[in-house]
T-cell receptor
């Protein structure tokens, strides 16, 4: 059981380039999330999805777009990368219903924008 | 709005000594509280949670946490720390009234257990 898988693991972009981060989960979870992790700031929610075909904005959505065309996949896109988007990106998923459901995290994508 | 504070950036403890990692929270509804641990180059792993019931909750790897409603705290504890407990620890809160099942994380506390 793979859990939550993120690809790629590492990426270096130049300012203005675009890319898509892929998240796949095999636990049949309804909810999926994208977070970014920056030193001393914990994890901040970028976008999330409560089911196939739905997306919603989190705390820091600017500069990112997402899509959830299939239940098991949640894609995060950067249309025009900026140095401020240098970060470690984590995808997570959780069951629903129940607010006691813990999140299951992938191992992250380390993105550097030069 | 919900928020979490972890007042210590780093906690140093000798192996075999008790370990405490502090967390305070703020929510408008009922709090759902979680602790996660992160090892280098890995994602966060769930340790334990408080939803309702006993104020002392037990989790993985010998960790426990005490919920204190009057102090709005949820401190993580381990009676006897191991070198392998060295990692980054995150407290998180979910507001019972909030939509989307969203978690808000604290800034993290790095634990260093010295042999």
């Amino acid at each position: 059981n793979a859990g939550v898988t993120q690809t790629p693991k590492f990426r270096v972009l130049k300012t203005g380039q675009s890319m898509t981060l892929l998240c796949a989960q095999d636990m049949n979870h309804e909810y999926m999330y994208w977070y970014r992790q920056d030193p001393g700031m914990g994890l901040r929610l970028i976008h999330y999805s409560v089911g196939e075909g739905t997306t919603a904005k989190g705390e820091v959505p600017d500069g990112y777009n997402v899509s959830r065309l299939k239940k098991q996949n949640f894609l995060l896109g950067l249309e025009s990368a900026a140095p401020s988007q240098t970060s470690v990106y984590f995808c997570a998923s959780s069951l629903t219903p129940g607010r006691g459901s813990p999140l299951h995290f992938g191992n992250g994508t380390r993105l550097t924008v030069t | 709005a919900q928020s979490v504070a972890q007042p210590e950036d780093q906690v140093n403890v000798a192996e075999g000594n008790p370990l405490t990692v502090k967390c305070t929270y703020s929510v408008s509804g009922n709090p759902y509280l979680f602790w996660y641990v992160q090892y280098p180059n890995r994602g966060l792993q769930f340790l334990l949670k408080y939803i309702t019931g006993d104020n002392l909750v037990k989790g993985s790897y010998g960790f426990e946490a005490e919920f204190n409603k009057s102090q709005t705290s949820f401190h993580l504890k381990k009676p006897s720390a191991l070198v392998s407990d060295s990692a980054l620890y995150f407290c998180a809160v979910r507001d019972g009234e909030a939509a989307g099942n969203k978690l808000t994380f604290g800034g993290g506390t790095r634990v260093l257990v010295k042999p």
